[in-house]
């Protein structure tokens, strides 16, 4: 593949990823700031998100799974999963939580199950599509190309 | 003449009604005590009519006197008792019960003094009719009497001084007859002569009848008519006898009479004789006639007898005795009947002798009223008393007059307390009015209040779940959804947003009518606010293809000091409303001093189309600010006034919109009013807009105005009050210095701007100004030309218009050609959309800059500097000033992240460091604290609020605490300031990060001692607004 066509196909990719919604111009704000100086800044954020929201979700189906839930417990963690979504621009988990953390403050433990499941399926999805992302760009990285931040032009 | 008296009196009445009033009014005015008694003394008690009217005088003196010093007097009796309701009620009922109490007293008081008086009146003419009548009859008695006397004088001494006698019977019968009006009491006069027993026959036989006695007729009175003097016996033989030789006619029955043998006569007779003296008998009835009368009895004696002569002597001495007789009944009715109003009253007359039992000498004794009058009658005879009683025939009248007044004045007198009590009653009710007005009132207020926070809570309370609906509906828009349900979440969108924008609003408008806004007292740049709001409308004006331009007087301060919310949020709503209702033409914002304004206001000439922007006709922007109080100008000076620190803006903004309908016009600032219920429909908006701008213009001291013209276009004015944010250190500095040093590439630069438009020209100059670049205005390509030929010193850049450009692009280039300059400049386009500027790339020569209007210093910047090649230093997709600003204020500042959150803490610091910030995280409150204790060396901190443990309202507060604790230490000289420099007092900058933008937190933060926030994630704009407020310039950095 050539280098040309692999950046025409990383623009596209990130391209369908605003299109989509999963990611918003905060993700953008996040790339404007990787720079000489911190080259792997997007990817280190990103990682420790990874990491922040497996473990909070975790917490959550655990805290969920309680026979009382403590409602008290889970909307710190629903928050600060809003809050890291949102600071790396990963839109529809952020609107998840938002909803999530609706039904927390209502303490209605159905919905707070069935959007759980909601914000876990968005994570993933969230997720699988940066490491691709990621991976495309080692890719471009890999071959010797530069990696041309994303102007949204739509 | 009857007629001229009532008149009189019933001045007198009225004057003294007048009176009372005047009394009363003074008395109820001071609500005071008053001497009654000298006032009744004086109004009624005395008739003199002089001395009424010297009192009438006297009292409206005083009455005035009262009523000048009364007119304060009466509010103030008023007030006296405002809200004790009762108290005033029985007052005012105790003061009308007095006051005709009062008033029937006197009337009943008048009424009995004029009817006494009446009394008085008829008793004294009765006094004088009857003493008249007495006199009268005394008079004519005593002259009867005299005369009586000179005849008694006569017979001695014609009858008994002669010899033979010269008197006999019929002699005296016609002398007494002839003279009898000489004695006009007496019926008849008579004659006795004194006859011993000795010589009794004697005497008979000389006159040739015997003397008889007189008794029997006494006895029996009844046939007086059937008098037969024959019939009577002979007298008695006595010591003595008087028989009656001379007798007048009338009474010629008693000669031969013996006067001693009737028992009046001689008991008469002996008095007369002994006492020398006329004497009168008791009343009774006379012999013949049998008439009640009284007989005069004088004695004759022999010589004339000395005064103080004895009885005995006198007996001795007497020769007859001379008697008169009164028939007082018919004398008196004579005498009488001389006299007028006879028949007005009854006379009396009685002899008293007998005090016990007054024998009855004339009148009738008909009952009449008490009132009588008795005068003395004295008849000359010591002895007996006598005296007349006189009374009125009728009784006397209804006393209709006094009767009528003391009613009259008590029914003045209740009217006037049918004021008082509807007054009294009146002034109660208004009271009562008033106090339930008052209580409405507060009521009415306590609504208003409860309104507006019903409305604050409300509308705060349906934002929180709007949130969700709207995150759901976004949500929705990502899954697969056909057309026509895309378009339904759109619109449901749409009408979320606009649904929360409203309670925004109107949240404003219920926080300014419970007077709960607060304006900020930050530093702002006022530029850098219009380039935002400004860059806010871009895309919406480019769409339209409407022409957006800023243009900020160069007098006006770089900083100033104010809310800049407040500020962006009025010109937000002006233009909003510009934007959304301009097809064509233009907007326009302009920010002038008031003082700029007033300088050249008399030389403004009334704009004609082509000194506008767009060269379409606008409103006159002169009448806008017409009505503002602060340019009202009496005779020639204008009253307004400024103090040296306060920077009076005014702000217009000028569009070539639809305008507002005339009929319109008059409501436009009052909330939630529209031009018309069709303009929601197709524009939006709730028209609350104005209305807020107008509160908060007023609340920047300023007013808002406008004039407007229908299908020309609408210019809206307001005046804002700042005060200036310069330090007098920088004001002093070159004015090309003025500008942010972050454009200092540019300066030096010179520019040529072809545009054959003023208006829009000064916009460019005044932005390109603002970079720092030289700026001459030509209207034409040539002009730009042959300046640039013969000008000294380059020019870096031609600006041309592309109104221009499109003219005259060809020629230009051309001759561009021909004649080369010796630097070309580089060619800049200044194009009013995006894509009216992409057939201005086809030409020849090198590509020119197109920059797409409206001009902003950091668009301009960034293009300018793509264009030119300078300055290079950030990615092409960061342009704009912020950063470049940001680099430069945070430049090796110290400063601490507060996050819980490791993603958020790490993107928060990419961002600051990208700055070039020095950054240190934390992860929790307490271990912020525990960094922040002073002294340290931080310049700043950025603060979650939401965290466990500590949150950062609680972690502010502490480190606020510290803060304080510290600079006490320092006032106090405890701590030393070596640590820091140049800290003489701690306070760091705390900014809250927070994704919830609400109002409320924001007022939290403040609270707690915030000094700002940032929303998370960073946005470059913002993050520079807030920084910009504690980092003033990079030159601090280094100190």
Redesign the interface.
Known sequence: MGLVKMQKSLQDYTKSLFLEGILDSQFLQLQQLQDESNPDFVSQVVTLFFQDSDRILNDLSLSLDQQVVDFKKVDPHVHQLKGSSSSIGAQRVKNACVVFRNFCEQQNIEACHRWLQQVKQEYYLVKNRLETLFKLEQQIVASGGMIVAFEPGF | MSLLHVLGFGVKIGNFFWMLCCWFVSWFVDGGIEDKSSLLAGSVGDPEKTKMTTMKKKNKMWFWNRISSSGLKIPSFSYQFPGSVKFNKTFWRNVVIGWIVFWVLVSIWTLWYFSSHAMEKRKETLASMCDERARMLQDQFNVSMNHIQAMSILISTFHHGKFPSAIDQRTFSEYTDRTSFERPLTSGVAYAVRVLHSEREEFERQQGWTIRRMDSHEQNPAHKDDYDPEALEPSPVQEEYAPVIFAQDTVSHVVSLDMLSGKEDRENVLRARSSGKGVLTAPFPLIKTNRLGVILTFAVYKRDLPSNATPKERIEATNGYLGGVFDIESLVENLLHQLASKQTILVNVYDTTNSSQPISMYGSNVSADGLERVSPLIFGDPFRNHEMRCRFKQKPPWPVLPMMISLGMLVIALLIAHIIHATANRIIKVQEDCDKMELLKKKAEAADVAKSQFLATVSHEIR??M??VL??L??L??TELDVTQLDYVRTAQASGKALVSLINEVLDQAKIESGKLELEEVRFDLRGILDDVLSLFSAKSQQKGVELAVYISDRVPEMLIGDPGRFRQILTNLMGNSIKFTEKGHIFVTVNLVEELLESIDGETASSSESTLSGLLVADRQKSWKNFKAFSSSNGHRSFASSPPDINLIVSVEDTGVGIPLEAQSRIFTPFMQVGPSISRTHGGTGIGLSISKCLAGLMKGEIGFSSTPKVGSTFTFTAVFSNGMQPTERKSDPQNNNQPIFSEFRGMKAVVVDHRPARAQVSWYHFQRLGIRVEVVSCVEQALRYMKTGTGTVNMILIEQEIWNREADAFIKKLHKDPLVQSPKLVLLAKSVDSSIDALSTGIDPPIVIVKPLRASMLAATLQRGLGIGNRE?P??KGPPALILRNLLHGRKILIV??????L???A??L??YGADVVCSESGIKAISLLKPPHEFDACFM?I?M?EMDGFEATRKIRDMEEEMNKKIKNGEALIVENGNKSSWHLPVLAMT?DVIQATHEECLKCGMDGYVS????AEQLYREVSRFFNSPSDTES
Do not use: L, S, Y
């Open positions: 929180t779940p949130n969700g995150g759901m976004h949500m828009m990502d990615t997709q960061h996050d819980d959150n490791n993603v958020n790490r993107v928060a990419g961002a460091k990208k979650d939401q466990p994704a998370k994630p960073f946005e």
